[in-house]
């Protein structure tokens, strides 16, 4: 299709705009097809910045090595440009969006010369689904369109679903390294400098502007900058919920099933947990998301969730048979690897991937030739794999995805899961007696900083709320306000028992030595298990001053963990809470000054109030 058979005038007027300010070489429209898939793969390899994996071991994949500044997201170059500064809110980079605005077309200004400009239009969620939204990235990354292709839904289907005048969210994006004339990028990831990579929202207008980076969340915008951040700002506006969530189905002995959505800061496992093999007998895990989930009402006063995406986006390194064996099996075909190492027969290879390398050098995610590890470990700074190596994998290719995770409808959720790393104080499950309460747990989430972060700070707690601190489009306060409102809408709808249950989990508790006590992994369905039993309101469990706890006995313990063990695992540390409730009270509540929601100082109180009771 070309720019004048564009049937949407807006669109149409937006991308001449784009063209006029970014003067590519060429502009072409993304039809979503296999072959505009291979056309870009092969665009790659001419460029010599994709490395064809050995096709008997993983047929159909690629590796690319990025530039070492371009490796993550980075997160202060991230701003939510918001008219009022209050609207970022206490968490978030803010910059007044008109300055932005000025700052980054100077740097758009004739960002695409020597390239081509591709439109890709993408839906987040199944093309169709009344949950499902719209976008249109604009990008002069041919990696980007590729990863944009297994992550969304791209293509002639979605402007069909767009018509003559549907709402689209428009994302500029480019890499910012015009080409001069004759120059190619000749094997080396284009990118622009560290001071002039811009991850820019501008909530009002629902715009997307990214400049510099063409790795993961900075440059995929459906992900984090569409499907969380403006997302959030959308489902603020609209009464619906967009989150950091994994989406898991999970089916007990008898057959029933049930559905459980579950925020996580970055590196708890998330990718894990919603791909879980149960070791409890009879039971079933099956993935329906591992990052991000969409939630409405449906007509039966239930909330319904989709995953707004198409595919996986996981950190490679940890990633093993043992660890996630349907991770491993979505890997092996039609995949791309990015900062992994290379093996001397044409495979990747990550610290922690189960076995050591083949053969006798592998070549490290910078292109380095390095002796081929004998064990899957490497001595700290000189990894093979980049610790955010990451693998862009369809989700159909998961052995386990449930069926329906591309219903267009959503699936009922029963519970949600927040967690973090905690090696102290926090018990391995606990269930909120209240949805103020839930939202309360929700708010405080975060993982104990180790040893390996920040040393001044260790053993404090890093708060990442909702799993959203690096994600919310808008005031955080505002955001848990949000929270409370979805709760008391349901009640005053007579649905307040139609709620998800809220649950705070802690796979990442730790004894005296420094050992963990819980085995983790597919023994987490034990607990999953005890959620799904309380969703249906077994009698399971205990009341404490923190909520609802295991009833001794409820949780049968894995063969590796003593009853005694368990039993820590379930109770209530006193004085650990005590100062947990303190920490909030001096070090978290307070940032949010007067938009922190009545109801969770309310909680706060309430649960010191049962400490000392
Ligand atoms: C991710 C993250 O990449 O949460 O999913 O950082
Ligand atoms: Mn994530």
Not at 145 to 173: I, Q
Not at 434 to 453: K, P
Request: with cysteine; glycine share 10%; net charge neutral.
């Amino acid at each position: 299709m070309t720019l004048n058979e564009l049937k949407h005038a807006n669109l149409k007027k937006w991308i001449e705009e784009a063209v006029s300010l970014m003067t590519p070489d060429s502009v072409e429209i993304c039809d979503g097809s296999q072959s505009e898939y291979d056309r870009m793969l092969k665009t790659l390899l001419d460029a010599g910045l994709a490395t064809p994996l050995n096709s008997e071991k993983r047929s159909n994949s690629y590796l690319f090595r990025s530039d070492p500044s371009d490796v993550a997201r980075v997160e202060n170059r991230t701003y939510i440009a918001s008219k009022n500064k209050d609207d970022a809110g206490p968490t978030n980079n803010w910059v007044d969006p008109a300055e932005l605005k000025k700052t980054m077309s100077g740097l758009y200004k004739g960002c695409m010369k020597g390239r081509v400009m591709y439109v890709v239009p993408f839906s987040m969620g199944p093309v169709g689904s009344v949950i499902a939204k719209i976008g249109v990235e604009i990008t002069d990354s041919p990696y980007v369109v590729a990863n944009m292709h297994v992550m969304t839904r791209v293509g002639t289907k979605v402007l069909s679903a767009l018509g003559s005048d549907g709402f689209f969210a428009p994302c500029y994006h480019s890499v910012g390294k015009p080409l001069a004339d004759g120059e190619k990028d000749n094997g080396k990831w284009p990118c622009a400098p560290i001071e002039q990579k811009y991850i820019s929202h501008f909530p009002e207008t629902r715009e997307i502007w990214s400049y510099g980076s063409g790795y993961g969340g900075n440059a995929l915008l459906g992900k984090k900058c569409l499907a969380l951040r403006i997302a959030s700002v959308l489902a603020r506006d609209e009464g619906w919920l967009a989150e950091h969530m994994l989406i898991l189905k999970l089916t007990n002995p008898k057959g029933v099933s049930k559905y459980v959505a579950g925020a996580f800061p970055s590196a708890c496992g998330k990718t894990n947990l919603a791909m879980l093999i149960p070791t409890l007998p009879g039971w079933k895990v099956q993935t329906v998301g591992d990052d991000i989930a969409w939630m409405k009402f449906g007509p039966d006063g239930r909330l319904y969730a989709i995953n707004p995406e198409a595919g996986f986006f996981g950190v490679a390194p940890g990633t093993n048979e043992s660890s996630n064996q349907n991770a491993m099996a979505s890997i092996k075909s039609n995949t791309i690897f990015t900062n992994c190492g290379l093996t001397e027969d044409g495979d990747i290879w990550w610290e922690q991937i189960g076995h050591g390398a083949p053969g006798a050098e592998i070549i490290d995610w910078k292109g380095q030739k390095k002796p081929a590890p004998k064990t899957d470990k490497s001595p700290k700074g000189e990894e093979i794999a980049h610790a955010n190596a990451r693998f862009t994998a369809p989700a159909k290719q998961c052995p386990v995805m449930a069926p329906e995770w591309e219903d267009t409808k959503g699936v009922p959720i029963s519970a949600f899961l927040f967690g973090g790393r905690r090696p102290s104080t926090i018990p391995l499950v606990n269930q909120s007696n209240s949805w103020a309460h839930g939202v309360f747990m929700g708010s405080i989430t975060g993982s104990e900083v180790t040893a390996a972060a920040i040393t001044d700070q260790v053993g404090q707690v890093r708060r990442d709320p909702f799993a959203m601190l690096p994600f919310c489009g808008y005031n955080m306060g505002d955001y848990f306000k949000h929270w409370i409102k979805i709760g008391a809408k349901a009640e005053a709808e007579g649905n307040g028992d139609k709620l998800p249950k809220i649950f705070f989990v802690n796979w990442f508790r730790k004894d005296k030595n420094d050992k963990f006590m819980w085995p983790g992994y597919g023994e987490n369905s034990r607990v999953l298990a005890w959620i799904f039993d309380r969703c249906d309101n077994a009698d399971n469990f205990v009341e404490t001053p923190i909520g609802n706890l295991p009833k001794p006995g409820s949780i049968e313990p894995p063969a590796d963990v003593s009853a005694e063990t368990l039993k820590e695992l379930c109770s209530v540390d006193i004085e650990g809470w005590k100062k947990e409730i303190a920490d909030v009270r001096k070090n978290h509540y307070p940032q949010f000054g007067d938009k922190l929601p009545k109801e969770l100082a309310g909680e706060l109180d309430a649960i010191e109030k049962r400490l000392n009771g």
